[in-house]
């Protein structure tokens, strides 16, 4: 990530101690730990884990047969490691950018990685997807996400009034204006990611439950918030997770390169 990002990260961050503060709370965060179903994880790496959302929920819901898990969140913004760390969560610092370095592990020590809404922000993606690959070992998964600007809630915007994505004259867009890089539908994050030997396995699309947004709504209205909320278990009920918003993609590591075999879609 560009330095230029990360002060405007450090920035919107401003005043924020502890996770309860965070303001921006994503679908994608609610649906963990519920995403790992029965896959067991034992040793969990969250790739730029932010405030740690994700890694609270798991540290503190997810349990296997063995009892919990040992999850590492990795950031390098010093508020989001703060943040990490006044919530007892294990934080490890270091670029996820840079092609010259390998991520500092071992190889096949994890057997689950989190990157959601990062690669978009990545511009060596190539050197992104290869670390993980080799961080994972044999049975892995990938736990992936990024804005899919084909998805109906970015397209639709677009079409109808002639702006870009991300408005760099709206205050609450800017950060994504200048952080995002990438720009990938759902077509070809699956087709780039499964480049590397990475089996897509499941999809994982939440419905509107959880989210700052969807409360905020709730709040003024709970007629339309509900209304919403039918609208759209109906739309990912009978369509294909490509007009989804930002699905999390799982993938298990594999030897096969580009098999798209049709994925398991699964609502929460």
């Known amino acids: 990530m560009r330095a230029d990002a990360i002060q405007l990260e450090e920035t919107r961050l ?20 519920a995403v790992f ?5 034992k040793k969990i790496l969250d790739i730029a884990a932010g405030v740690g959302v994700v890694g609270k929920r798991i540290k503190d819901n997810y349990k296997t047969s063995n009892g919990g898990v040992d999850i590492l969140c ?5 508020t989001c490691l703060r943040v990490m760390q006044n919530a007892g969560l294990k934080t490890v610092s270091f670029s996820i950018d840079n092609e010259k370095q390998p991520f500092p592990f071992p190889d096949g020590v994890f057997d689950a990685v989190i990157a959601l809404a990062t690669i978009e922000h990545i511009i060596n993606i190539d050197h992104f997807v290869s670390e993980i690959y080799r961080l994972l070992d044999d049975n892995g998964y990938l736990y992936i996400s990024a804005p899919n600007y084909s998805g109906l809630t970015y397209l639709l915007p677009m079409l109808l009034s002639g702006r870009t994505f991300h408005d760099p004259m709206r205050k609450d867009d800017r950060y994504e204006f200048y952080a995002h890089v990438r720009y990938f539908t759902y077509r070809t994050l699956c087709e780039f990611v499964g480049s590397f030997g990475l089996q897509l396995e499941a999809v994982y699309i939440g419905l509107p439950e959880g989210s700052s947004r969807y409360l905020s709504l709730y709040a003024r209205s709970k007629f339309k918030a509900l209304a919403f909320r039918a609208a ?13 918003s930002e699905p999390v ?3 298990q590591k ?6 798209l075999h049709k994925p398991r879609k699964v609502i929460l």
Do not use: Q
């Open 249 to 251: 993609l799982c993938f």
């Open 14 to 33: 401003g005043g924020i101690d502890v996770i309860e503060d965070y303001p921006s709370i994503h679908e994608r965060h609610r649906i963990f730990p």
């Open 74 to 78: 990795n950031d390098i913004c010093p």
């Open 254 to 259: 594999s030897k096969i390169k580009n098999n």
């Open 37 to 41: 179903e029965n896959r067991g994880h």
């Open 232 to 244: 759209m278990k109906a739309l990912h009920t009978f369509l294909s997770p490509r007009w989804a």
